[in-house]
């Protein structure tokens, strides 16, 4: 007889960025949540960058934080350095990227957990599930001991059959010298699960004491930092440095020499990599004409001597690895502390998962991370929030919590890998959201913050210093655009300085900001009655002001798209009843289910034509329903 270990609410597996995020919200929401994580020592590990944010992906730390996660509170307190990246190009585009100090960055969250009421922590291997009845009941640990459970969320990272590989080397094992989880899969599968087989690499770790920064460029983080979470009000920290240098020819004749010893060439890696961080042999081979590539150098805590070489992931042999290395200007003697490695894991096909993230044909089955197919800490974290909200809210019988594009980046990853799959690991970036005018790291509060607290993840204190932050906004536009401003010499050279047009008719202040070469700032000697305001408001005032037409034009494409978004389809539609249409289109509307006209139009293979006949079709459905209700 098996050992019942524990009856919880919630079961969340994994303890990476998307566990974390999915215990902590659930537990707030008021659940019993146990967290099962395979070592405890590993809870919220940074396996490859040691870093929150970038291009993209700071949009969706603060997209988590404004909903009430936890990561952007985390990176806010360990980071070391921090950049806004993309300042010379619009607001649209401005992404937060921190450097975190790794160590601090694990143990902050780890204590984040244990201090959480209602979350209870284990170290156990999962090794099966238990189903019954088309429901997950629980799950059975390596020990053979059983939690029981009414929901389960599985975010197990790459650590299914993971197998790490370095030159003719390979052997079963997760990130960072930790164990894997080699029976899951087999229960996954067991239970109707479709499985995919992805890779991912991580960067040598190379000794400081054997760098020569003097040969690098320096990269120094920015003067006034700007926090990740909006309930940081200001952030002073002593900032540590990262450095570039570049490969050079040599270091690519290294590689090419040794192509041979690559798994990734030789075929001994069979999953699939992510495009959009390719190995340095791959960059080598599929950018042959560029002679040289970036490499940033970044530390990993403040208490190391560990750093991380960012563009460097490597397949390749030690001693090639060494050899490649040693050919960077400033690396020339370099020491390496930890190997590169490729590791290759087991993951499922998103297009089994409802928008809510749980599994079609398990009820209460939740996953998130990149056990889904994406990659990177931020993409787990969201999806991690959304799981775990979204179990809570399955337990209490209310609707799911799906963002839609026009809302949110999140809402953007996840209607991707739900509607459209991924056939590699699927990364977050800007040019995926068709709103992101609108979707900007800037306003995240804004868009989301109301969310957070219905749900119930953002106190009260919280909300009123958001609704004071948005009525100071309202307020100051209101103030700007009765303020009027007589020409006069000053403003005359001001003009003339930034080579802007001037009129002796005078100009209010708003039509003044409105200009792109003007600025808030550079107003305030002709507006003396301008109050004091934090500069959160300040920016969002001359966002608002500045891109006014184009907010409104992406506005009026939304409200378009949101038209779409609410003609929901009926769970009981038979789509291979439906006369007209395509053979692909049924197949696809079948498998996905689609949850209205809007997400139906995003799936591939579903045509326009498919579309207008998908929409004539329920509107008969709808009056033959409608007929056997008044009947």
Known sequence: MNYIAGDYEIIVVGGGHAGCESALSAARLGHKTLLLTLNLDSVALMPCNPSIGGTGKGHLVREIDALGGEMGKNIDKTMIQCRMLNTAKGPAVHSLRAQADKLMYQKEMKMTLEKQDN????????????????????????TGAIFKSKIVVLTTGTYLKSRIVIGNTSYDGGPNGLFGANELSDSLFENGVKLLRFKTGTPARVDKRSVDFSKMIIQEGDKNIVPFSFETDELEIDQIPCYLTYTNEETHQVIKDNLHLSPLFSGDIQGVGPRYCPSIEDKVVRFSDKPKHQIFVEPEGRDTYELYVQGMSSSLPEEVQLKMLRTVEGMENVEIMRLAYAIEYDNIDPLQLKPSLEFKTIENLFFAGQINGTSGYEEAAAQGLMAGINASRKLKGSEPLILDRSQAYIGVLIDDIVTKGTLEPYRMMTSRAEYR???????????????????????????????????????????????????????????AAKSSTFSNKGFTLYELLKRPEMSYFELEKFDPDRPELPKNVIEQVEIQIKYEGYIKKQMNQVEQFKKLEKKKIPESIDYEKINGLRLEARQKLSKIQPISI????????????????LLVYMENFRRKESSKANE
Do not use: C, W
């Open 437 to 495: 005018l609108i979707l900007r790291q800037d306003n995240a509060d804004i868009r989301l913050t109301d969310i957070g607290r219905k749900i119930g993840l953002i106190g009260e204190e919280r909300y009123l210093k958001f609704t004071t932050k948005v009525k100071m906004i309202e307020n100051e536009i209101e103030r700007i655009k009765k303020v009027s401003i007589k020409p006069n010499s000053d403003l005359e050279a001001l003009f």
């Open 598 to 613: 809007g997400h139906a139009s995003r799936i591939s293979g579903v045509s326009p034509a498919d579309i207008s006949v």
């Open 119 to 142: 979350l209870h922590i284990k170290q156990h291997e999962v090794v099966s599930l238990q189903v019954e009845d088309g429901k997950v009941t629980g799950v059975v640990v390596k």
